[in-house]
Every structure is written in C-alpha cells, then in structure tokens.
C-alpha cells in the first residue's frame, strides 16, 4: 500500500520519545480511480464536423426536364484550376460562349476574389440567414432543431444560388475544401462537384491565350 513514514530517526537520549506516524493512501487512489471513471461518462465526446457534398450520379436515364430544373440566372459554375487559380462562368454555356473569351472570369480565394462573387449573387439568402442567428442569439426558446431547420429552408430555397464545383487536373485538394469552406461561408446550399468537360478546360485555356487558343481550335461541341 501507498503509504508515508514521518519517522523522526534515530532517537538521542534525554529526548521525549517520537512515535512513527504512517500515513495510508489507497483510498486516495480509490477515489482518484472514481472521479476519472466518472468524468469519463459525464463527459460529452467532440462530434466530428460533417459535409453534404452532392456528388455526380451514376444514373444514365436521367429525365431532360430533371437536368434543366435548375435556372440559368441561378446557377454559377466555379472552376478549380492550377496555381490555386479560380475561374467562373454564371448561367450556361453556348456555342457563342467559346468564341468569347471573357465569358470566363478569373478571380481567388481572396475575401474580394470567390467569396465576394458568391455573395453578391446570394445577397438574399445570406441576409435571412444573418437575421436568424440574431434570431437565435436573442431568442433562447429557439433550440437547435429549430435553427437548423430554418436555415435548410433558406439555404434550400427555390430562389437560392446553386454552385456547380468542377476541378482540373492541376488543382489542389486543398482547393476543393477551401471552395467547400466559401459554400458555408456564403450560405450556399445547392451545390454540387461535377467532373469538368471539354467544354470547360476549351474556356480556360482561351481566357488564359486572350481568345488565340479559340482561333485555332474548334469548339467543342454541346
């Protein structure tokens, strides 16, 4: 047993005898092991922070008008390219789009670069959703259920900013969590990553030529 012996030593003559005291820890230990087991069951774990990430589907019979639900005015396609270059187009490509070179834009993960983009094209749905978090820091009744059922309904609106994410060969993985990290940032919850095209690499090396790497190639075909 874990114990202290406050023995005085060799006792001198002429001095008044010192008893041996012996001090016994175990119970010290007992409660030790206690507390520890107890804070081991009371104590609420870290929950790892998830990501819906909607991926491309497999599914080759996909109705026409399930592909064109998504409005042209709505939608915003990020490319993800090298050097941590970030290339955009709004709306959808056509056959005119290739033979003008500034229908892609090029911008960074600045907060002036991408993020400002999306903000400004998702004014709306990034003030509901500054007023409900005053909502529910003001507001205690509020529970978390209810904060995040509210915040799907905004993020998801009809009306909201939808994303399609598509990355070169060339860009980061970084670049793809970065561009994840912004669609929160941004209050974006219609986004999905899309494996990019021909279509789309033709535009960012025209924009890279300033419309030289158009007169030389073909556009590729819709």
């Known amino acids: 047993m874990a114990s202290v012996d406050t023995g005085g030593g060799e006792q001198k003559k002429g001095k008044p005898q010192q008893k041996t005291l012996r001090v016994d820890f175990t119970p010290m230990v007992d409660m030790l092991m206690l507390l520890i087991t107890f804070f081991m069951f009371c104590t609420t774990l870290a929950k790892p922070q998830v990501m819906d990430i909607v991926m ?7 109705k026409e008008e399930e592909k064109d639900q998504v ?3 709505k939608a915003i396609t990020v490319l993800l390219g090298q050097d ?3 290339y955009y187009y709004t709306g959808q490509i056509t ?6 070179y500034t ?3 090029e911008t960074d993960f600045s907060a002036k670069g991408v993020r400002s983009v999306l903000l400004s ?3 709306d749905a990034v003030r509901k959703m500054q007023e409900l978090k005053e909502k529910k820091a003001n507001d205690r009744r509020m529970t978390e259920e209810d904060f995040k ?3 799907n309904e905004i993020k998801n609106d009809k009306e909201a900013q939808v994303v399609i994410i598509k990355a070169t060969e060339e860009a980061k993985y970084e670049n793809l969590v970065d561009i994840l990290d912004e669609m929160q940032i941004c209050s974006i919850g219609k986004y999905a990553i899309v494996d990019i095209t021909d279509g ?5 090396e025209n924009l890279k030529t300033k419309g030289e790497y158009g007169s030389q190639h073909l556009a590729p075909k819709q």
Do not use: E, G
């Open 56 to 62: 491309p589907s497999d599914d080759k019979t996909l």
């Open 71 to 73: 409005k042209a005015s």
């Open 84 to 86: 941590d270059k970030v």
């Open 95 to 100: 056959t005119d789009s290739y033979s003008d």
């Open 103 to 105: 229908t892609l834009k």
């Open 121 to 123: 094209r998702n004014a």
């Open 149 to 151: 059922k509210q915040a």
């Open 200 to 204: 789309d690499k033709f535009l960012i």
